[in-house]
């Protein structure tokens, strides 16, 4: 029997997350560092997956297969295609960052109980939804992916209701009830998509039964496994439903800003870049994979929602006067435009959606975290709280404006390779579509210039006159982030070597083929 | 005309009887419930005979040995194959020994041993004039507020009868879902709600709500008991027996002999169906289902909380038990009819118990109605009327009660001057006094909650599965909804805990005996073991799942 690497994977940062809290309360700086030598670990891992992995190989690859609950029909069947190494790589690669950016934000303020653990439960909780969401991308049965699915949103929840920005302009009270509203509002809207989907799971599993995603996909393709058209459509919809709010797509998506709002930065990153992913990751493999045909049968219609999103997620964007309020929106208006990409079903539309989801991350986290260290510096989300910042820190100010520019796609950095894809996908089969869609990108250069050029550039404000710029640790967080965005600008082979294989196969699950070039014949 | 020619008139003479059969008693079969019925016996001679100050222990000592016997008698039968192919009626029809019966009997046995450990927590009142004190008043009698309450208090008295009190609710209630015949049935009925009317007055602190509680709970209690009877009776009147079989062969139409004296009412479909609703009205009233559900958050809130806890635990297993072999056994042949009706309870149980909870304050009052949702999933796993809604049901009644009888432990930690701080509001910033305690409570409510990896994501699943496969598809939905409008209470508690700044004149946590750490313990345990790794747990309840006939 061959080593598990993706049950290690998985396992080792849960091992960290239960190490972590179970570091004395007086050794805080020895539990930061445990954990990010368990994140570290994580990723060296996630790099042996992609070597290992053939991207020409097999689909589902690496698998794992073991009976766990028999009654209920469920294996624990684990197994990668060229979109979940992709991910993988990318929540690996994110969270040392996350870690290293949110080394302060946890330490204890006053003191309560001597047992009261604020640091150590910090970074276990970000351990914990690294190895759920890394064992999601992993899950090819679905009522497994479905059990990680849910369960990441208690860690999610604590890190979102328990740990926020320190200053607040309404003062501790008022940041305490925000965040904890925030915190329910995403525990709720999110659970209650995962128990919408669990009424999909047990119909599948009615209608299908069993819950291993490669059998029922291929019972559907040879056609041995029938489904009335409405049985379909409905278990499609449960499905959708709760990717939809996680992704998360116009009108689901009110609970984004709100958490991307309260949490601190390394959280609000780790809630868009990565948990969110599983949302987008889980309708190219789950919502087409189970079903094609009620997949194209809301194509219009997701279509019309994700063009919404990107246009709105955007304008609101334009008119935030928080920072980080105004990323969450600018994410808003991206996963618009990935879940576009893979609702257009053409080649190009999935590659590009599937490297969207890696850039996306990459950039806002990028842009997220340099402005986390901003606000710890002023104590402030407010952007007219700024200006002048790049005389005074001048690293910080230009990182700041390479991750805005990543964010509204510059050619060059990694994002535009995704965002043309994904805009020619869409333009080949649906141009109206594809036409529309592109005011987001002129959007995007409104929002991201504007605040760059109201918080960074103009008079130094008397408050921000004293700032300091960053320091080794946040250097060390925003480098390797910035090498990356230009890297895989650049060469953006390695992750489309790696992807274009599996969404091959994704786009024979739903019996789709590119339009044909029209040419007119020469003479 | 002669005295012995007058008598003839209207007598006459019988054969000279012979012999008497002596009923035919497995006692084998029967040895968990007369282990307990024993063990309550010598509760009872231990109270008219030990001295006062060893009757504790002696209580303590032989209800803990009696459980723990009676649940190996349990095993034993189980491992001797009586759940499966040696299943049978045994007591002359009256108690049927089968698959569901053994496992609701281990389930109510040691959901009754971990009650026991709550119920003998002497650590967490503080000693009243140097006696360690439970949570049961020192004498039930004394008026309270009274002199003699006083001078009872002080004399160090309390009131060790509830431990052979709870021995007789569990002898109750390990005949209801094992009784065969109706009249079993009404009275194992009356057998575990009686010590349960009485142990609800005796609270140490809030007596009056206590005694008001215990009133309530009688007084609809023995209203719902005589819908039971009424039912029984018209079920009497309808079939000409009340064994369950029998009863079963009339609804089909496969025993057509009709007993002379009831020529007039057999076979008469009126008496059916009002006997069957009263009859069921009666078992979804011990469910705590809506619309039977008005006594749960009272009796919840007033009654002492291990009783509390015991009761929504083993009650549940019980009803739930009792009602499955009824509706499976009794009344298949009726299923047409009665399953919209249950459709329709277990809607509104399940949106009722989780909408009104929204609004509660206390924390019993929020468990009651978090009990009364957690019915209306139950019941739509009884409503699938298939083999996998029956093991569905025992394997969530089995994961619901040790959660719940922990959850009512932690309750009782929680403590200010006056004793346990049930309202909420004291509840805020538990989680940084306390980061354990919090965290364990947390645990059960996400338990409750449903979320995966706990047993209550099983027990769900299970039960949504069955009632999906059976046809009940829009229950599922509803269930779902319901769960999500549930979700927002559990979290609303958790978000107390741990987000809110903790009062300054806050509650304090009193740290407890053993006895109430290992019913904690227990409680997180299965609640993870039965989440993570459920299969040994659904298999069981899987073969266990065969009632007989």
Known sequence: MSFPLLTATAALPAIGAVATAAVPAARRTAAKWLALLFSLATLALAVVIMVRFDPDGDRYQLTESHAWISEFGVRYDLGVDGIGVALIALTAVLMPFVILAGWHDADPLETGSKRWRPTQGFFALILAVEAMVILSFEATDVFLFYIFFEAMLIPMYFLIGGFGDRAHEHGEEAASTQRSYAAVKFLLYNLAGGLIMLAAVIGLYVVAGNFSLPEIAEARANGSLDMATSTERWLFLGFFFAFAVKAPLWPLHTWLPNAMGEATAPVAVLITAVVDKVGTFAMLRFCLGLFPEASKWATPAILVLALISIIYGALLAVGQRDIKRLVAYASISHFGFIIMGIFAMTSQGQSGATLYMVNHGLSTAALMLVAGFLISRRGSRLIADYGGVQKVAPVLAGTFLIGGLATLSLPGLAPFVSEFLVLVGTYTRYPVVGIIATFGIVLAALYTLVLYQRTMTGPVKPEVSAMPDLRVRELAVVAPLVVLLIFLGVYPKPVTDIVNPAVEQTMSDVQKKDPQPEVEAAK | ?549
């Open chain 2, 1 to 549: 005309m002669s005295a012995s020619a007058v008598h003839s008139l209207w007598t006459t003479a019988a054969d000279p009887i012979s012999k008497i059969d002596a009923p035919k008693i497995e006692y084998g079969q029967l040895s968990p419930t007369l282990i307990i019925v024993g063990a309550a016996v010598v509760g009872v001679l231990i109270e008219a005979l030990v001295p006062r100050k060893s009757r504790y222990y002696a209580q303590v000592f032989v209800s803990a040995v009696a459980l723990v016997a009676a649940f190996a008698a349990v095993v034993a039968l189980a491992a001797d194959g009586y759940g499966t192919t040696k299943a049978g009626i045994a007591a002359m029809g009256a108690i049927a020994v089968d698959g569901p019966a053994l496992f609701l009997q281990g389930t109510i046995l040691l959901a009754g041993l971990v009650g026991l450990f709550t119920f003998a927590e002497r650590r967490l009142d503080p000693a009243a004039h140097g006696n360690r004190v439970d949570s049961f008043a020192a004498q039930a009698g004394s008026v309270p507020g009274s002199d003699s309450e006083k001078a009872a208090v002080k004399a160090g008295f309390t009131t060790t009868e509830v431990f052979p009190l709870l021995l007789f609710a569990v002898a109750g209630m390990l005949v209801f879902p094992a009784a065969n015949d109706l009249l079993t049935l009404f009275i194992a009925l009356e057998v575990f709600s009686l010590p349960l009317y009485l142990m609800c007055a005796l609270a140490r602190r809030k007596r009056l709500m206590s005694q008001e509680a215990a009133v309530k709970y009688f007084l609809l209690g023995a209203f719902a008991s005589a819908f039971t009877l009424f039912g029984i009776a018209l079920l009497y009147g309808y079939a000409g027996s009340v064994s369950y079989a029998t009863i079963a062969q009339v609804v089909d139409g496969t025993l057509t002999s009709v007993d002379p004296a009831l020529a007039d009412t057999m076979g008469n479909d009126a008496l059916l169906l009002i006997g069957t609703a009263m009859l069921v009205m009666g078992l979804l009233f011990k469910v705590g289902a809506v619309p039977f559900h008005m006594w749960t958050p009272d009796v919840y809130q007033g009654a002492p909380t291990p009783v509390t806890g015991f009761m929504a635990a083993a009650t549940k297993v019980a009803a739930f038990g009792a009602l499955l072999r009824v509706l499976y056994v009794v009344l298949p042949g009726l299923r047409w009819d009665w399953r919209p009706v249950m459709w329709a309870v277990a809607i509104i149980t399940m949106l009722g118990g989780a909408i009104v909870a929204i609004t509660q304050t206390d924390i019993k009052r929020l468990l009651a109605y978090s009990s009364i949702a957690h019915a209306g999933f139950i019941l739509a796993g009884v409503i699938a009327t298939t083999p996998e809604g029956i093991s569905s049901v025992l394997f969530y009644l089995a994961a619901y009660s040790f959660v719940t009888i922990g959850a009512f432990a932690v309750v009782t930690l929680v403590r200010d001057a006056g004793g346990e701080a049930t309202h909420l509001s004291k509840w805020a910033g538990l989680g940084r006094r306390s980061p354990l305690v919090a965290a364990v409570f947390a645990v059960f409510l996400l338990a409750f909650a449903g979320i995966p990896l706990t047993s209550g994501f099983a027990g769900k699943f299970a039960v949504f599965k069955a009632a999906a496969e059976g046809g009940a598809a829009p229950l599922v939905v509803v269930g779902v909804i319901s769960s999500a409008i549930a979700a927002f209470f559990y979290i609303r508690v958790i978000v107390l805990m741990f987000f809110s700044e903790p009062r300054p004149e806050g509650p304090t946590v009193a740290v407890p005996s053993p006895l109430t750490m290992t019913a904690i313990g227990v409680g997180v345990a299965v609640t993870v073991v039965l989440g993570v790794a459920p299969q040994y747990f659904l298999e069981l309840a899987s073969d266990a799942g065969v009632f007989v006939r």
